[in-house]
């Protein structure tokens, strides 16, 4: 059966007590961590760097998986420093850099697991030139930037046709997901699945992860 793994964003969730809320969402079924790194400058917003993830690594301990998601200008800066600190995957935006398969090197080297990301006005043929050599295809569902935007359904194509042409690669959807948008991702193929303001800003995060893995696992 189809399975698919949650991946909270936590983006949304009181920022002066992230380490308690890592821990939380993995207490309560999170798969893995996705921790938006943002720089002000790709995108309009500013959240943490590599100095949070080591802080972060120690509250949790050495079993979760961070999926870095980096919003900004110059992932080339990041890579080492994100592995010294604890980061599992780093997943940089291909509209970012001029030179993505130094760069995909470069992680790779650094011990990291190789995410690699597209806008949505960025076409997935740009992105299938290097889909033979990552790890995972982040298929942005809103503009990056902001946690709590509305789900953009017309990315699920982008989604269908990665999977068709790349059985075995991991594919995430990230940006408004939640109860009323996850069947729509699984049903394309995505089997790595952010959800931020669904999970984090709910009374009860514990039932509604559970919720969409049984979406997932129908
Ligand atoms: C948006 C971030 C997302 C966001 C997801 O720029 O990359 O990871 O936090 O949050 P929701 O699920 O609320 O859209
Ligand atoms: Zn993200």
Redesign the pocket.
């Known amino acids: 059966s189809y399975s698919a793994k949650i991946g909270p964003?936590i983006?949304?969730s009181d920022l002066s007590q992230l380490g308690d809320e890592c821990k939380r969402m993995m207490e309560c079924g999170a798969d893995y961590l996705?921790l938006?790194v943002?720089d002000g400058h790709f995108?309009p917003?500013i959240t943490f760097g590599h100095p949070m993830v080591e802080c972060l690594r120690t509250a949790v301990g050495p079993d979760p998986f961070f999926d870095m998601?980096m919003?900004v200008s110059r992932p080339e800066q990041w890579v080492k420093p994100m592995a010294a600190a604890g980061a599992s995957q780093y997943t940089f935006h291909l509209e970012a850099t001029t030179n993505p398969g130094n760069l995909i090197k470069e992680i790779r080297e650094s011990g990291m697991k190789v995410g690699l990301a597209i806008k949505p006005g960025t076409t997935v043929e740009e992105l299938a030139p290097w889909a033979g050599q990552i790890d995972m295809a982040l298929v942005?569902t809103?503009?990056?930037?902001?946690?709590?935007?509305k789900f953009m359904e017309d990315m699920m194509p982008k989604v269908s046709w990665l999977r068709s042409q790349f059985p075995s690669l991991d594919i995430e959807v990230?940006?408004?997901?939640?109860p009323n948008s996850i069947h729509k991702c699984a049903e394309a193929g995505a089997n790595m699945i952010?959800?931020?303001?669904?999970?984090v800003s709910s009374d009860d995060p514990r039932s509604v992860i559970a919720l969409l893995k049984n979406v997932v696992m129908e």
């Open positions: 964003s983006l949304s996705h938006d943002m995108v917003n998601h919003m942005m809103v503009e990056p930037g902001f946690g709590g935007q990230d940006g408004g997901v939640g952010v959800s931020g303001s669904a999970v």
